[in-house]
């Protein structure tokens, strides 16, 4: 693979790279329909991005599909998950409960995301600073670089591209989750800040991760701990023998005027999620090369 690091402020657009491995796709043909919504991670803005404050690396007490899966679709574990932290760094007569809806987008090859259709930023970023560059600056010249009708993914999306990097839009974060052996991962996570931002506004993207979506972070803990809980479970002598139902949203209509592309689906649902391990399983029971491309 060449030394490009695309994702330091390249559009996907220029990508060009070709893996030295003969069986893999071309990157940009591996991304398929997520190419879209990864350029509103990291192209965004004229000057495109660049990462602050190094990585954070820890250790969770669980599975890395923990992680990728609760990217790919899990926005619905928020209301329960994450309400008594949102109480703690809101005002007291914040409406933290008052949780706006979303929808999901499966662009296939288990890749996918999960996105609220309304902004839901100004709930967990109290920094003036940040909502006012998100709204005035941000969101104007993205929606002229990459079209309007991608807005709603600011609102704050969690996505996964297969099988194992997330990033999170509106927090700016990338990560990847590394397999420690089946009952841990290790978590390697950085932020990303537009270039061409103002350095206040640096530093205030860095602290609103270093609250949340870190090992400090109010957010994280809660995941961590769910997702370390869950694997407590997987252990035991029932959950051994029964199937995990993930049928949430099965029969849920496509919406077929979304402009984006990939099967977007109103309303919390499992649909990505169905697909990430729909595509695990082919590629750990196909054991040759052209698995990944069929
Ligand atoms: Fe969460």
Redesign the pocket.
């Known amino acids: 693979m060449t030394t490009h690091r695309p994702w330091l402020g390249i559009s996907t657009r220029d990508w060009s790279i070709n893996s030295d491995t003969p069986q893999a796709p071309p990157l940009p043909e591996y991304l398929g329909d997520m190419r879209p919504y990864l350029d509103v991670l990291v192209d965004r803005r004229e000057g495109g991005t660049e990462v602050v404050g190094g990585v954070n690396k820890w250790i969770i007490d669980a599975n890395w599909k923990f992680g990728a899966e609760?990217f790919v679709q899990?926005g619905h574990?928020?209301f329960s998950?994450?309400v008594s932290a949102l109480m703690a760094m809101q005002p007291d007569d914040a409406p933290v409960a008052d949780f706006p809806g979303g929808f999901t987008v499966t662009p296939g090859g288990g890749h996918g995301l999960v996105a609220s259709d309304e902004p839901v930023l100004e709930l967990l970023a109290r920094d003036p600073v940040l909502l006012d560059y998100h709204q005035n600056v941000v969101r104007p010249e993205s929606a002229r670089r990459l079209g309007a009708h991608r807005d709603a993914i600011h609102n704050v999306g969690a996505f996964t591209v297969f099988p194992n990097f997330s990033f999170l839009t509106g927090f700016q974060i990338i990560r990847v989750w590394v397999p420690r052996g089946p009952h841990h991962m290790e978590v390697r996570s950085w932020t990303l800040v537009d270039r061409d931002a103002p350095q206040e506004v640096k530093d205030a993207q860095l602290r609103l991760v270093r609250t949340t979506f870190s090992p400090s972070g109010l957010?994280e803990q809660?995941?961590g701990e769910n997702w370390s809980m869950c694997q407590d479970t997987l252990r035991g002598y029932i959950s051994r023998r029964l199937n995990s139902n993930v049928r949430m949203g099965l029969d849920m209509p496509i919406d077929s005027t979304a402009p984006g592309p990939g099967r977007v689906m109103p309303g919390w649902n499992e649909e990505p999620g169905r697909d990430f391990f729909r595509q695990y399983r082919h590629l750990m029971t196909d054991p040759t090369p052209h698995a990944w491309t069929t």
Do not use: E, V
Request: glycine share 0%; hydrophobic share 20%.
């Open positions: 609760n899990d574990h928020a998950s994450h957010l809660d995941d």
